[in-house]
């Protein structure tokens, strides 16, 4: 897909992975709407955006908020003729053990409300105008880690399993509609969001420019998954023999676990 003067509308773009994609989505030619909560981040990149000729434009909003997530596509279908991709990026990720979960289960609400209700709801605004030009493109923001068997993130992965499935559903009724459906499974991402676990400060990871050219390159290549090597072999092996390979991730997690708290200790 030729980007120049498509409208994507991306979330999350106010930090991470979703800030850098929309700076090369813009720098690619598209008019880039970027939707998150933080009205003087999102100035500060639509400025950047703009320095370097890029067209931006800002819808400051609570997408868990269905009236505030509403009144946003509402805006922006008004504001602009045509949308072209919606990128379902914003999310909040937690880190705690299932025994540590047992009175919280606003954890496994609140990951929902961001990671899938919101993704959900964005999307049910946009199809109808996708389905009335005939065409649209929906990118989901997925991870690796539900490629693979990982603990501690069991509200999190609920989460983004969920989004997979509806990304399926999403292809598998509209696909002959003209309507495009991308899944992006990230391996980790130094960003905000992967620097609130501090064991992960010697961990091995994408930049944010890297990660923010696998988006590109799902709108781009309209690819039903962008995913890394590794983590298309580990889902395989998965689905092959999940026993033997859920077995042999166990002692794998906990020793990279310790070798991780083990540096940080060094640090100190
Ligand atoms: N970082 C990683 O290692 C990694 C790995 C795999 C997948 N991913 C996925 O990649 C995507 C981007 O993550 P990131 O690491 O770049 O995270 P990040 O820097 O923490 O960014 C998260 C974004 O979501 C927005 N957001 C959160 N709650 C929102 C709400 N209620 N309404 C509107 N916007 C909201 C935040 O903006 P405001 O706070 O301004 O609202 C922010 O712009 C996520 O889908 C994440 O699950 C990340």
Redesign the pocket.
């Known amino acids: 897909m030729d980007l120049s003067n498509k409208t994507i509308l991306i ?8 800030e850098q994609a929309a700076i090369q989505l813009a720098q690619a030619g598209a008019k880039v709407c970027l ?4 009205a003087e ?1 999102l100035q500060r990149i639509q400025k950047a955006i703009k320095e370097q000729a890029g067209q931006a434009f800002i819808y400051p ?4 908020d269905p009236g505030q997530l509403k009144a946003c596509v509402t805006l922006i279908l008004a504001e602009h003729k045509k949308i072209d991709v919606l990128v379902n ?5 937690i880190r705690r053990p299932i025994v540590e979960s047992l009175d919280r289960l606003h954890d496994y609400e609140r990951t929902m409300q ?1 990671n899938y209700f ?1 993704a959900v709801n964005m999307t049910l605004h946009v199809l109808p105008h996708f389905l009335e030009n005939g065409a649209g493109h929906v990118v989901n ?1 997925s ?2 880690s539900t490629q693979v068997p990982i603990p501690l993130f069991s509200a999190y992965l609920a989460s983004k399993s969920a989004l997979e499935s509806f990304s399926r559903s999403l292809s598998m009724e509209l696909k002959d509609q003209g309507i495009d459906v991308s899944i992006v499974y ?1 391996p ?2 130094r ?4 620097s609130k676990t501090a064991i992960y400060k010697h961990m091995k ?1 994408l930049d944010t420019p890297t990660a923010a050219g696998w988006i590109v390159k799902a709108i781009e290549e309209k690819s039903y998954r962008v995913s890394s090597k590794a983590g298309l072999v580990a889902n395989a092996l998965l689905n092959t023999a999940p026993t033997w390979v859920m077995n042999l991730s166990r002692p794998l997690f906990q020793f990279m676990d310790k070798r991780l708290k083990n540096k940080l200790e060094a640090d100190l």
């Open positions: 979330t999350g773009a106010s930090s991470g992975i979703g939707i998150a909560r933080r981040e909003a609570d997408i868990t990026n914003a999310a909040r990720s961001i919101a923001i991870t690796m990230f980790m991402v960003t905000p969001m992967s990871m």
